[in-house]
């Protein structure tokens, strides 16, 4: 076999191969139908105040509500949600916050119910960060309602996110939030191939 056709064979494998990488990557595992986030859910100890501090403090607005759902003599909400069977959902409402996904809030009763609200540092823990415009204007407005603020605004100079100010902060029932803002975007963007979704922009 003469030298030619050795690299074209070579050539033809190394193309191949190439192509098998990019299919497989094009056709990664994905739910059927996927679109995006639609919301977020999060129990809290008090309905009546966690509305008013996603809608008067923050400035989400409320969708709707809906509830009680319970089975008193089946396992139905065992197999449906995971919880207790003898747990009930008393209230169940929806806000939407600006131009992100929407927030569902659940008030629950449960004979085998935790209070506990996770640190940021435990496993489970989360938080609901909300983009503005102005970390330090955000600040300066939470502080003014009493709300718990943590230090910042923090701007980050360096690494993949540098562009990007943050501060987190806290509802009166534990709850974590972070404002965060890029207004120009951030580093890693330049060479990404996959750029996050962000509020910012609802056009995008």
């Excluded at 139908?33 to 809290?44: E, N, P």
């Excluded at 009546?48 to 607005?61: E, L, P, S």
């Excluded at 983009?131 to 502080?143: G, N, W």
């Excluded at 029932?173 to 609802?202: C, N, R």
């Amino acid at each position: 076999m003469g030298d030619s056709n050795v690299k074209t064979i070579l050539r033809s494998a190394v193309l191949v191969a190439a192509v098998s990488t990019l299919t497989s990557v094009a056709s990664a595992d994905s739910i059927p139908g996927m679109r995006g986030h639609d919301h977020t859910g999060v129990t809290v100890p008090d309905m009546a105040q966690a509305v008013d501090f996603f809608t008067n403090v923050i400035g989400c607005k409320k969708a709707m509500s809906f509830g009680p759902f319970a089975d008193d003599k089946g396992t139905f909400m065992q197999d449906l949600l995971g919880v207790d069977p003898k747990a009930v959902i008393e209230e169940i409402t929806l806000v939407r916050c600006g131009f992100g996904s929407n927030i569902e809030l659940f008030k629950y009763t449960a004979p085998d119910q935790k209070d506990a609200t996770p640190k940021n540092s435990d496993v489970g823990g989360y938080h609901i960060a909300f983009y503005v415009d102005d970390v330090a204007a955000a600040k300066a407005y939470l502080e003014g309602k009493g709300v718990a603020t943590r230090l910042g605004p923090l701007p980050v100079n360096e690494g993949p996110a540098a562009g990007q100010t943050i501060m987190y902060f806290q509802a009166p029932w534990g709850l974590q939030f972070e404002a965060i803002s890029y207004p120009e975007g951030m580093a890693y963007e330049k060479d990404a191939e996959t750029v996050l979704w962000s509020p910012k922009d609802p056009a995008k």
